[in-house]
């Protein structure tokens, strides 16, 4: 920890970070927040489905672990995997976000789930230079959520799935 510094060392720290998370990194995820408003709950306040607002994209470093699979619960393998999502927070702050458990992240063709949110980063060991957000997830299953749109039709006016 560093006895003397100036409000220019850490704004040269957040802008190199942001220019190496921004620019070369550049992995873009999208955030959904969950809508307490538009979810219908039941007499003990919880939700079958739950609604989401549309996403919002920010950059992000991303830890993955391995996947896992689980066969012991459900018929078929279920798979499991765990990852960890690291923001800035000054983009998080600048994006108008703010990260909670049971928010839902799109990335690389999969959903997760925040299981916890630590925002413990100090730099110079200051509170107020608190650098990263970082987010523990784990993978959730997309019959879950509702984000995706299912696109619907007739498969017997469709003459294209005659091999299938």
Not at 4 to 13: A, E
């Amino acid at each position: 920890m560093g006895l003397f510094y100036r409000s220019r060392d850490f704004q040269l720290i957040e802008t190199i970070n942001e220019e190496l998370i921004g620019e070369f990194v550049n992995t873009e995820i999208d955030v959904y927040k969950y809508n307490l408003y538009e979810s219908e709950v039941n007499l003990y306040g919880e939700a079958r489905s739950k609604v989401y607002y549309q996403g919002l994209r920010v950059a992000a470093l991303i830890e993955q672990e391995d996947q896992s699979y689980d066969t012991a619960e459900y018929p078929g393998a279920e798979l499991n995997q765990v990852a960890t999502f690291n923001f800035l927070r000054k983009t998080i702050k600048n994006a108008g976000l703010f990260m909670e458990l049971g928010d839902i992240i799109s990335w690389n063709d999969s959903y997760w789930e925040v299981n916890g949110v630590v925002e413990n980063q100090l730099v110079y060991g200051q509170t107020e230079n608190s650098l990263t957000i970082t987010v523990s997830t784990h993978m959730s299953r997309r019959t879950k959520l509702q984000i995706e749109r299912v696109r619907a039709g007739d498969a017997s006016k469709n003459n294209s799935m005659r091999n299938i």
